[in-house]
């Protein structure tokens, strides 16, 4: 099963596997692998720690090590965790159901456009999700040991990933306060719950004696844990996290299907009443996505559907055995839901959303690499004006987009104000790199409520970036390339100076600085 999985998955991202790093990959992951690879250390160096564990970035530099550093050999190892972490799926959902549920559950998780955009991008929320699908399914095992171990490597590929043995911890406790058998039967001994604590709080230990910091440097921890416990944001996190987890980019068909089929009565065969996850095996379950729709909530700067990972697979396992138990033809809604995910792989849905969740991604690599391939080409040593990422993927040759560092002056984006007070200090560069940031719909829901609008600027850093004929008009400049891609674009924009690049000198590569309004 495993080969096959690993086969069809390969197969259906090998159009993705040559793409440069994309976003968080460049900004963090890549990075830090890459400084685990030169010189060793678990913590990175060529950027700041961000205290996430170090298990994906030691396997990313291990693949490296044995197979060369270069992107294809990135992202086809994250392919074999992609395919591990579907096999957890299977045999989990083979365990509490049956081969049909298995298998159904296993293709729709696998092709939910989630799933599948990271299923080749280096960072760690799949693998620590895949890893957590082998803890439970020990769990319902009731191999205490083996499940220990999973959850173990589970946190120390992502923090988060405590949440699941907290939950199933929290379970065991209330189940028979609920009046409801925990199965298998449990005790005292349900502390064995608590041991991946341990790996994850020696970690901690070893970055704060490194670096003077327990969760990651001071701004990493203000705009993730700090700076999300205002109760109104989390209020509309939590609305936000029930949307990811059972509605978010054509999850919802699978929901509503699940909803009206709970209408019918289970079909009876001949071997009697087709039968349903047991119910502790369903609380299990249910306690663990609840734990991460409430803590994802409270927690993360950004509320990335990424995050949700770890839930969104026991959603689908339950709603198929639903379906299953109670349709004659599920069958067919499964297909049905399923050629929803594919839609939503490629058609970006009418509301905002990260581009990181479906193939938007890839249209955002294209747009990028095209720009930067004129930038060097036509401008090599100009001062370019741009904001993260494309600064750090002008400046790092080795995330894939330039073959020599560039000169980088960098704004926060491209709203208005940033940009009109990079104008201010247009004589120090030459030339600017601007872009869309977010994907922005056509006719976007909730567009006319200014509310909303006020409140996902206020908590969830919203912002409308100027397009790209605006940003020249305000820099005083000449639009000289653009490009744009199912509501993403990039434009590059001159500056109107005298410049000599046979006489400029370029200045050493380092660090982009950064313009202060």
């Not at 549920?101 to 929320?125: G, N």
């Not at 209330?174 to 020696?202: D, F, N, Q, T």
């Not at 599920?330 to 399923?338: G, L, P």
């Not at 560069?429 to 869309?436: E, G, H, M, R």
């Amino acid at each position: 099963m495993f080969t096959l999985l690993l086969v069809a998955m390969f197969a259906l991202h090998v159009p993705l596997l040559r793409l440069p790093y994309f976003w968080d990959e460049a900004g963090y992951y890549v990075p830090a692998a890459r400084d685990l690879l030169l010189t060793g250390s678990f913590i990175p160096h060529s950027t700041p720690s961000n205290a996430h564990p170090p298990l994906v970035m030691a396997y990313l530099a291990l693949c490296w090590k044995l197979l060369g550093y270069a992107p294809v050999v990135t992202r086809t190892a994250m392919v074999v965790v992609a395919a591990f972490s579907l096999l957890g799926v299977f045999q989990l959902a083979r365990r509490v159901s049956n081969l049909e549920v298995a298998l159904a559950s296993t293709i729709s998780t696998a092709l939910y456009p989630i799933f599948f955009a990271q299923s080749s991008l280096a960072q760690v929320d799949l693998a620590a999700a895949g890893l957590t699908f082998w803890a439970l399914h020990s769990y319902v095992d009731g191999k205490r040991i083996r499940c220990a171990l999973w959850f173990s490597l589970a946190v120390l590929a992502k923090e988060t990933a405590l949440l699941a043995p907290l939950a199933l911890f929290a379970w065991e406790v209330l189940g028979p306060v609920l009046k409801i058998k925990v199965a298998p039967a449990r005790s005292w001994r349900s502390l064995w719950l608590l041991l991946p604590c341990i790996p994850l709080g020696l970690w901690y230990a070893y970055h704060f004696a490194k670096t003077g910091f327990v969760f990651g440097n001071p701004e990493f921890f203000r705009y993730n844990v700090q700076g999300t416990l205002e109760p109104l944001r989390i209020v509309l996190a939590f609305f936000l996290r029930l949307w990811q987890t059972f509605g978010y980019l054509n999850l919802s068909m699978l929901t509503i299907a699940t909803l009206l089929a709970m209408w019918r009565a289970p079909i009876r065969d001949a071997g009697g009443e087709r039968p349903r996850i047991a119910l502790p095996e369903q609380f299990a379950f249910y306690f663990v996505i609840a734990a991460y729709v409430v803590a994802m909530a409270m927690i993360g700067g950004a509320v990335l559907a990424r995050y949700m990972l770890p839930a969104v697979p026991l959603v689908i396992i339950v709603a198929v055995s639903t379906l299953r138990r109670r349709l004659r033809f599920w069958k067919a809604v499964v297909a049905i839901v399923v050629a929803g995910f594919v839609v939503g792989l490629f058609v970006n849905p009418p509301y905002g959303f990260t581009l990181e969740d479906n193939l938007a991604y890839r249209d955002y690599i294209v747009l990028h690499q095209h720009a930067e391939d004129f930038l060097e080409a036509r401008f090599p040593v100009s001062r370019v004006l741009t904001a993260w990422p494309a600064s750090d993927e002008l400046t790092r040759p080795y995330l894939g987009y330039v073959t020599r560092p560039m000169r980088v002056f960098r704004i926060e984006d491209f709203t208005v104000e940033q940009v009109m007070s990079a104008a201010d200090a247009r004589s120090n560069f030459d030339v600017a790199l601007v872009f869309s940031t977010k994907y922005e719909p056509v006719h976007p829901m909730l567009e006319r409520w200014y509310t909303w609008q006020r409140w996902k600027a206020k908590y969830f850093g919203y912002h409308r970036d100027v397009p790209a004929e605006a940003a020249a008009q305000i820099l005083g400049g000449q639009l000289v390339y653009s490009e744009s891609r199912q509501g993403q674009w990039v434009g590059v924009i001159e500056m109107q100076q005298e410049y000599d690049a046979r006489v400029k000198p370029m200045d050493p590569p380092g660090k982009p600085q950064r313009l202060k309004p």
